[in-house]
């Protein structure tokens, strides 16, 4: 009778051990398939971790060209200067990542001349209100400001000194 007794307990062990073993597979197998194989200096078909490290770098670069398509199509509908500016820092970003890449370069010289002629127009319009109102201190700091963008540094410092004569409390 004590046999029989000492089999049971040793099969509820057994048992125990397997239903964890079993558990611990689950597990492994469920983490492999979820999160997948780690990765090795070579892959299966020769290729180095690099290459495949490259190909996602051109997935993150097309990425940053489609939102720069997206703020410059806002931009062209709102006409706000913000998104103009987002565009361009997104087609820097994607040309880091694939310097080589004419689409990103033909989008970033687009762009800006899109934001060479909007300067140019922003600088007319404040020059109309300047005309209109040369007392306007803060026209003559914009107008400056405009200037700069432009790199026409005499005159944005001839703007900036006008906006500091008009305004004394600078």
């Known amino acids: ?3 029989t007794h000492n089999l049971r307990i040793f099969s509820r062990i057994q048992v125990s051990l397997m239903v964890r ?3 611990i597979l689950v597990i492994v197998v469920s983490s492999i398939l979820v999160f997948g194989l780690p990765r090795h200096s070579q892959s299966n078909s020769g290729e ?3 290459t495949i490290m490259g190909a996602k770098d051109l997935n993150d670069s097309n990425l ?3 939102e720069a398509i997206e703020h410059s199509q806002n931009f062209a509908n709102n006409g706000q200067e913000g998104e103009l500016a987002a ?3 997104e087609i820097q970003i994607a040309l ?3 310097p080589n890449n004419p689409y990103a370069a033909g989008l970033l010289s687009t762009l800006d001349e899109k934001n060479s002629h909007e300067i140019i127009d922003q600088i007319s319009k404040t020059r109309e209100i300047l005309h209109i109102r ?3 201190a803060a026209a003559w700091l914009r107008l400056s400001v405009l200037y700069q963008k432009t790199q026409e540094d005499e005159l944005a410092n001839q703007a900036l000194e006008t906006a500091k ?3 004394l409390g600078w």
């Open 87 to 89: 565009a361009l820092s």
């Open 165 to 167: 004569k008009l305004n």
């Open 64 to 66: 940053h060209l489609k």
């Open 21 to 23: 073993v079993f558990v």
């Open 48 to 50: 180095s971790t690099s």
């Open 1 to 3: 009778m004590k046999l």
């Open 96 to 98: 880091q990542l694939e």
């Open 134 to 136: 040369p007392d306007y």
